[in-house]
């Protein structure tokens, strides 16, 4: 596969989606992040806001920042990079024990809050108006994205799985947490599995989504204007 740098476009417009060059092989693909890319801000603090209500998760995070930095100055953060540390330590504290019935309920609850960005949106659906297939890869949790992507008809969801036992999350991660490096190797592996794909074209936020990017024939790196905002 060819590989391109990914491109900034002004205010979060999009490039040419008609296919790069000559790729043939398949309809061609779209990859699209969704946390600052399709939608304004982080949706993960926002759907533990919906479970244990809103003040409560921010104070919840904020406490997570403190320990995840903490625990990496002495080398024992639960993930594999600060960030990472954040989320684990947030995840555990704030859903574990929590029935999956009520995770669904609060991503139900999350649908009319999400700040979609109009550019990004649009280009979703002029992908999927001309065939693409269209893939969210995202390091947000899989148990609330379908609720917020019902309709938009995406093909496939690479998102961060949460450990289940028993009907009720353990608060611990059930698959790797797909940013970053994972995320472009959950990516890649999709693209081998469901080849030859065609064109590709991909879209995420700086710096976490470059890896993805790189793997693209086509990469944009989103800019959220401020105050651009559809919900």
Not at 45 to 62: C, D, K, N, S, T
Not at 97 to 107: N, R, T
Not at 148 to 158: N, P
Request: proline share 7%.
């Amino acid at each position: 596969m060819q590989t391109t740098d990914a491109k900034a476009a002004p205010h979060g417009l999009s490039p040419a989606i008609d296919p790069p060059g000559k790729a043939g092989g398949g309809p061609g693909v779209a990859f699209f992040d969704f946390d600052g890319t399709l939608i304004h801000g982080d949706s993960l603090p926002m759907f533990v806001g919906e479970v244990i209500g809103r003040r409560r998760a921010a104070l919840a995070l904020a406490d997570a920042i403190r320990s995840g930095l903490h625990r990496h100055v002495r080398g024992r953060g639960p993930g594999v990079d600060f960030p990472g540390s954040v989320k684990a330590i947030f995840l555990k504290r704030t859903l574990r024990g929590l029935p999956v019935a009520d995770a669904l309920a609060a991503a139900e609850r999350m649908v009319p809050r999400v700040r979609w960005h109009p550019p990004l949106l649009d280009t979703l659906k002029a992908h999927r108006a001309r065939g693409h297939r269209v893939v969210i890869a995202t390091g947000a949790l899989d148990l609330y994205m379908p609720a917020l992507l019902r309709g938009l008809g995406v093909d496939d969801l690479l998102a961060t799985g949460m450990e289940v036992v028993d009907g009720a999350l353990t608060g611990r991660l059930g698959t790797a947490n797909c940013v970053r490096l994972n995320k472009a190797e959950r990516v890649r592996a999709w693209i081998d599995a469901h080849g030859p794909v065609g064109a590709t074209w991909g879209y995420g936020n700086r710096p976490s989504d470059l890896p993805m990017l790189a793997l693209m024939e086509r990469g944009e790196v989103v800019k959220i204007r401020r105050g651009h905002a559809q919900r």
